[in-house]
C-alpha cells in the first residue's frame, strides 16, 4: 500500500464537517428519501480537507480485504446482468453498490485528517442534530404529520403521488397515517449508537448521564409510537446485544458474524416450517408478520426454480404476479405472490443472486462484522449494537437495493467511526 506522507498541520481545516454531520441526521430524519444526498456530502466534507492538506490520494482508494469482498459482490450483480430477467436493474443495483462501498471507505480513510477539536466537534454536532431529528419525528407522528402535510399542500411537486399513505380530502392532505413515517424510524434507529458513542465522552458523569438519557428516550419514544415493527425489534434487541457487547466485546462479535452467514442458511428451512405451521393463519400473529410469512414461504419456493445463480439483482418485480391476479386463498392476510422485494435480505440475496452470491453477500459481511475488533475498545460494544439494529432491519423489512437504504447504511457507518475516532482521541 502506498506510504502515507505526514500531516501538513498548517493546512486548511475540515470546517464543514460539524455542520454537515448536524444536518445530516437532522433532514434525513425528516426526509428520509434526501439519505442519497447527505452521504455523498458527509464524504465530501471529509475527503476534501484529506486531499488539500497534500495527503496521498491513492491511500483513499487502496482495498482493505473486506472491501475487496464487497466489491467482489458488486462485481457479481453486474455479471448477473448476463442471465438476470431484467439485466437493467442488475447493472443500476451493481452500480449503487458499487459507488456507496467506494465513497464510504474513501471518506473512512479521510477522518484521520480531521483534527481533533473538528472531530469532537462534528461528533457531538451529529449527537444534537439526531436528537432534533427525533423530536421532529415525534412530533410529526402526535399530529398526523402537520409540518408534513403543511409542506406537501404547499404546491403540486410536493403532493403525495398516491394516498397509500395519506388521508386525502379535496385535494388537500388532511393528515399522514403512521406508514408515512417508516422510514424515518428506521433511520433513527441508525443514528441511535453512533449518537451515543457521540456522548459517550461528555465531560462529567451527571452532565454525560443526561445528555445519553435524553437521547436514548427521543429516539425510543417515536420508535415504539410507530407502527414499524422492525424498529422496535432493532431497538429492543441492539440494546440487548448492547449490553452483552460491553462484557463480551470479542465473543458477541463473533457471534454476531455467525448469526449473519447462518441467516443464509437458515431461510430457506424457516419459512417453509413457518408456513407450513400455519402461522401465517394463527390470529395471534400481527397481520403484517403473517403477511411476510406468505411472502416468504412464496419467495421460497421461486428461489428453488432458479437456486445457483437467480434471477438478477433488482428483478423480483418483474416476476412478481399483480396482488389482484395473485390466488389468495381464504384466511390469508396477503396474496400468494413475492411482492415488489421478499422484506428480508437473505431471502432476496437467496432469490435474486442465487446460492453463488448468497456465499458472496455472507463472506462480504461477516470480514466487515468482524472488523469491529480493530475499532477502540470503547467503541466496540457501541459497533456492535450498531450492526444489530442494521441486522434487525433487513431481516423484517425493506428491500436490500433500496437507495435511501443502502445509503443510510454508509450514513451509519461514516457517523459511527467519526465518533469512535472522536471516543478515543478524547481517551488519551
Known amino acids: 500500500m502506498p506510504e502515507r506522507p505526514e500531516q501538513n498541520l498548517g493546512a486548511p481545516k475540515g470546517r464543514w464537517v460539524a455542520p454537515i454531520l448536524f444536518l445530516g441526521p437532522l433532514v434525513t430524519s425528516a426526509a428520509s428519501r434526501l439519505t442519497w444526498l447527505f452521504f455523498p456530502l458527509t464524504a465530501v466534507a471529509l475527503i476534501v480537507p ?5 495527503n496521498d490520494w491513492r491511500h483513499l482508494i487502496w482495498p482493505t480485504t473486506d472491501v475487496v469482498a464487497v466489491l467482489l459482490v458488486a462485481a457479481y450483480v453486474l455479471l448477473g446482468a448476463l442471465w438476470a430477467v431484467k439485466p437493467s436493474a442488475a447493472v443500476e443495483k451493481s452500480a449503487l453498490l458499487l459507488a456507496v462501498t467506494l465513497i464510504a471507505f474513501a471518506a473512512s480513510r479521510a477522518i484521520a485528517a ?30 398526523d404529520g402537520a409540518i408534513t402535510r403543511l409542506v406537501a399542500n404547499s404546491g403540486s411537486w410536493f403532493k403525495p403521488e398516491s394516498g397509500k399513505h395519506a388521508k386525502i380530502l379535496n385535494g388537500e392532505v388532511t393528515g399522514f397515517k403512521l406508514a408515512e413515517f417508516r422510514q424515518s424510524t428506521a433511520l433513527l434507529a441508525f443514528h441511535l449508537w453512533p449518537a451515543l458513542l457521540a456522548l459517550s465522552v461528555v465531560a462529567g458523569r451527571a452532565r454525560r448521564a443526561a445528555w445519553i438519557g435524553l437521547l436514548v428516550v427521543a429516539i425510543s419514544v417515536p420508535i415504539l409510537l410507530s407502527d414499524r415493527m422492525s424498529s422496535q425489534l432493532a431497538l429492543v434487541s441492539s440494546l440487548t446485544v448492547f449490553s452483552l457487547a460491553y462484557i463480551w466485546r470479542r465473543a458477541v462479535v463473533h457471534v454476531l458474524a455467525a448469526l449473519w452467514c447462518l441467516g443464509f442458511v437458515l431461510i430457506l428451512p424457516a419459512a417453509f416450517l413457518a408456513y407450513k405451521a400455519d402461522l401465517h393463519l394463527a390470529t395471534w400473529v400481527p397481520e403484517s408478520a403473517r403477511a411476510r410469512m406468505i411472502i416468504w414461504e412464496f419467495t421460497a419456493e421461486r428461489v428453488l426454480e432458479r437456486p445457483w445463480l437467480g434471477i438478477g439483482a433488482g428483478s423480483t418485480p418483474a416476476l412478481r404476479v399483480p396482488r389482484g391476479e395473485a390466488e389468495q386463498p381464504e384466511g390469508f392476510v396477503y396474496p400468494r405472490t413475492t411482492g415488489a422485494h421478499a422484506h428480508n435480505l437473505f431471502l432476496q440475496t437467496w432469490y435474486e443472486l442465487g446460492l453463488v452470491g448468497a456465499i458472496l453477500v455472507a463472506i462480504a459481511g461477516a470480514l466487515l462484522v468482524l472488523r469491529i475488533s480493530l475499532l477502540p475498545v470503547e467503541a466496540q460494544p457501541f459497533a456492535a449494537a450498531a450492526f444489530t439494529v442494521f441486522l434487525a432491519t433487513v431481516s423484517t423489512s425493506w428491500g436490500m437495493w433500496q437507495v435511501w437504504l443502502v445509503c443510510g447504511i454508509g450514513l451509519m457507518l461514516l457517523y459511527l467511526l467519526i465518533a469512535a475516532r472522536a471516543a478515543r482521541k478524547s481517551s488519551l
Open 114 to 143: 480531521v483534527d481533533e477539536p473538528q472531530l469532537s466537534q462534528a461528533a457531538r454536532a451529529f449527537a444534537v442534530g439526531a436528537f432534533i431529528g427525533a423530536l421532529f419525528v415525534l412530533f410529526e407522528l402526535l399530529t
Open 50 to 54: 484529506y486531499l488539500r492538506r497534500g
